[in-house]
């Protein structure tokens, strides 16, 4: 599996924006189903976003639907999170992920289903 590394993390006010982007090491994501989980202090690892990998079908917690964008670059070595209008509830880690899988179209967004994680990425939300 791809190694992945993840880098955007910060702090900011509620209302504001955050870019992470996730890297493929030595490898091209095509064909592979990606996504972005988050865990907050105490809590269990969430799916907040997933991409599967024959026809970019997206999946978004409701949380975060609306707010978040999930892409991948045109050469996919990159995975991307656009997160807009940040609330405190979105503080966590954040972790990219991805599994080779080119022929499903649909998945459940869950941690259990990902092979290849990132390191995690903090992105704190402060007034």
């Known amino acids: 599996q791809v190694q992945l590394v993840e880098s955007g993390g910060g702090l900011v006010q509620p209302g504001g924006s955050l870019r992470l982007s996730c890297a493929a090491s030595?490898?091209?994501?095509?064909?592979?189903?990606i996504g972005w989980f988050r865990q907050a202090p105490g809590k269990e690892r969430e799916g907040v976003s997933c991409?599967?990998?024959?026809?970019?079908?997206?999946y978004y917690a409701d949380s975060v639907k609306g707010r978040f964008t999930i892409s991948r670059d045109s050469a996919k070595t990159t995975v991307t999170l656009q997160m807009n209008n940040l609330r405190p509830g979105d503080t966590a880690v954040y972790y990219c992920a991805a599994i080779y899988r080119p022929l499903i179209s649909g998945f459940d967004c869950l941690p259990a289903f990902f092979a290849s994680w990132g390191q995690g990425t903090q992105v704190t939300i402060v007034s």
């Open positions: 991409m599967s990998s024959r026809d970019g079908g997206t």
């Open positions: 030595g490898n091209s994501l095509q064909g592979y189903a």
